[in-house]
C-alpha cells in the first residue's frame, strides 16, 4: 500500500458537535502532518508527529486536538467548531521529518 | 521566519512552449525544497526534490542558493501540464532542528492552451 488514505471524505457537522477525522498510512513513515487547505490557498501546517510524537503546534485552537495512537494511524478530533474552521484537511506523511511528504486526498469540512 | 514566494498568479502558455515557473525562498539554513503540483480533482502529489535533481514528466528545477530560487522548467509544455503547481520549503535535517513541515508558496495555476 504506498498511498495515504484519510476518512470521511467529506463531514458536515455543527457548531456543537464533535467529530473526528482519520488518516491512515503503511508505507512505514515515521512522520505524520496535519495541514489545512481554504479554498484557493495553499495549504498551512497544523501539526507535526514525529515518531508518534507531537514534535510542532503551529499554535492551532485547542478545539483542534491531534491523536497518534500507532505509527500508521493519525487523528484530529474536533470540537465546537467555528464556521470559519470549514476547509480541506489534508494528512501527509514522510519517510522522517523533513523528507518528502506524501498527501492523502483530503477531508472536505463544513461546519454549520 | 521562512517564505516561499511564487509570483505569478496564473500562467499561461501555448501546447509546445516553454514553461517557467518562478519560485524564490527565504530561510536562514539549508532548506529542503519541493515543487507539488495538483491537478484537478486530485490529491496534492510530489513532483520533485531538490536534492534527488531528476526529471520528472520533463520537468527539471534546480536550486540557486545565490539568488535564492528553485524555479521549475520544462522546454516544451504539454496540454496535460494544465494544473496548479506548488513550491514548498522544509527546515532540512541540517537546520538544528527548525520547523519541517512544509512552508508553501500561493501556488501557480499553469493553463497549457492546445
Known amino acids: 500500500d504506498t498511498e495515504v488514505t484519510q476518512t470521511p471524505k467529506h463531514l458536515v457537522m455543527g457548531m456543537t458537535n464533535k467529530k473526528s477525522l482519520k488518516c491512515e498510512q503503511h508505507?512505514?513513515?515515521?512522520?505524520m502532518y496535519w495541514y489545512k487547505q481554504k479554498a484557493k490557498k495553499p495549504p498551512e501546517l497544523m501539526f507535526v508527529?514525529?515518531?508518534?510524537?507531537?514534535?510542532i503546534n503551529e499554535s492551532v485552537p485547542s478545539r483542534f486536538s491531534p491523536e497518534c495512537p500507532n505509527s500508521s494511524l493519525l487523528n484530529l478530533h474536533l470540537h465546537a467548531l467555528q464556521p470559519e474552521d470549514s476547509a480541506l484537511y489534508l494528512c501527509?506523511?514522510?519517510?522522517?521529518?523533513?523528507?518528502?511528504?506524501?498527501f492523502g486526498p483530503g477531508t472536505r469540512l463544513t461546519v454549520t | 521566519a521562512q517564505r516561499v514566494t511564487q509570483p505569478e498568479k496564473l500562467l499561461s502558455v501555448f501546447k509546445g512552449a516553454p514553461v517557467e515557473l518562478k519560485c524564490n525562498y527565504s530561510?536562514?539554513?539549508?532548506?529542503?525544497l519541493f515543487w507539488y503540483v495538483q491537478y484537478s480533482r486530485q490529491r496534492l502529489q510530489l513532483l520533485l526534490r531538490?536534492?534527488s535533481r531528476e526529471s520528472i514528466k520533463g520537468f527539471t528545477a534546480d536550486l540557486n542558493k545565490g539568488e535564492t530560487s528553485f524555479h521549475l522548467k520544462k522546454p516544451f509544455a504539454q496540454e496535460e501540464d494544465s494544473a496548479m503547481y506548488y513550491c514548498?520549503?522544509?527546515?532540512?535535517?541540517?537546520?538544528?532542528?527548525?520547523?519541517?513541515?512544509?512552508?508553501f508558496g500561493k501556488g501557480t495555476h499553469l493553463i497549457i492552451q492546445p
Open positions: 514548498a520549503l522544509s527546515g532540512g535535517m541540517y537546520s538544528g532542528g527548525g520547523a519541517d513541515g512544509l512552508t
Open positions: 530561510y536562514s539554513g539549508s532548506p529542503e
Open positions: 508505507m512505514g513513515h515515521r512522520a
Open positions: 508527529y514525529s515518531y508518534e510524537k507531537l514534535s
Open positions: 501527509a506523511s514522510s519517510y522522517e521529518r523533513y523528507y518528502e511528504q506524501y
Open positions: 531538490h536534492i
